[in-house]
C-alpha cells in the first residue's frame, strides 16, 4: 500500500505538478495561428499591459512523419526568436522529437518558450525558424502567450521525483 502511495504522490508532486504550473496557471492572453513560410513559420506580433506580468509563452505544434526505414526517430529542430519593442532579441532552441520511426505518426507538441516579466506595456515579435531539415513537419502551429502565470516550485518538483523513484523501487525489491 505504501508503494502505490509513494508512486501517487510522486507521479502528482513531480511531473503532474510541473505540467499543471507551466501550461495550465494564468489565462490564455493571446492565441495566434503562426502561418508557415519557408524554413519555419512568419513570425507573430502581440502587445501586453503590466497588468498580464509575468507572461509565458507557449508554441503548440501538430506534426506528422511517414514510416521511415531508419531505426531513430526524425525529429523536428527551431529557434523560437522573441523580440521585444526597443530590445535585443532573445534565442531559444527547441526540439520535437518523435516517438517512432517506424510508423506513420501523428503529434502534438507544446514546448513552454519562456516566461517573461512585463514591466511596461510593450509590442512582441516572435519568430520560429527551422534550424535543421527534417523527415518531420509541421501541419500546424499555434503562439500561446498566457498571463498572470505561476513558476514551478522546483524543490516540490524534486521531491516528487525523490518519491517516485522511492515507490519504484520498492515495488521492485
Given amino acids: 500500500m505504501i508503494k502505490i502511495t509513494l508512486l501517487i504522490l510522486g507521479v502528482l508532486l513531480g511531473p503532474g505538478y510541473y505540467i499543471y504550473i507551466t501550461f495550465f496557471t ?57 523580440t521585444r519593442q526597443n530590445h535585443q532579441p532573445q534565442s531559444y532552441p527547441v526540439q520535437l522529437n518523435a516517438l517512432l520511426a517506424t510508423d506513420r505518426e501523428l503529434k502534438d507538441f507544446n514546448e513552454s518558450i519562456t516566461t517573461l516579466p512585463v514591466n511596461e506595456a510593450t509590442h512582441y515579435t516572435v519568430s520560429v525558424q527551422q534550424t ?26 524534486w521531491a516528487g521525483v525523490a518519491l517516485l523513484a522511492a515507490g519504484i523501487l520498492l515495488l521492485l525489491a
Avoid at 519557408?38 to 509563452?57: C, L, M, N, W, Y
Avoid at 527534417?134 to 516540490?156: D, Y
Wanted: proline share 11%.
Fill in 26 to 82: 494564468g489565462q490564455v492572453l493571446h492565441s495566434i495561428p503562426l502561418a508557415p513560410a519557408q524554413d519555419g513559420f512568419q513570425p507573430a506580433s502581440f502587445s501586453v499591459e503590466t497588468k498580464s506580468d509575468p507572461i509565458r509563452i507557449v508554441l503548440q505544434v501538430s506534426t506528422e512523419h511517414a514510416p521511415i526505414v531508419q531505426t531513430t526517430p526524425p525529429k523536428l529542430s527551431y529557434r523560437v526568436t522573441v
Fill in 132 to 157: 535543421e531539415p527534417s523527415q518531420m513537419h509541421a501541419t500546424k502551429a499555434t503562439l500561446i502567450v498566457r498571463e498572470r502565470v505561476s513558476s514551478p516550485n522546483m524543490g516540490a518538483v
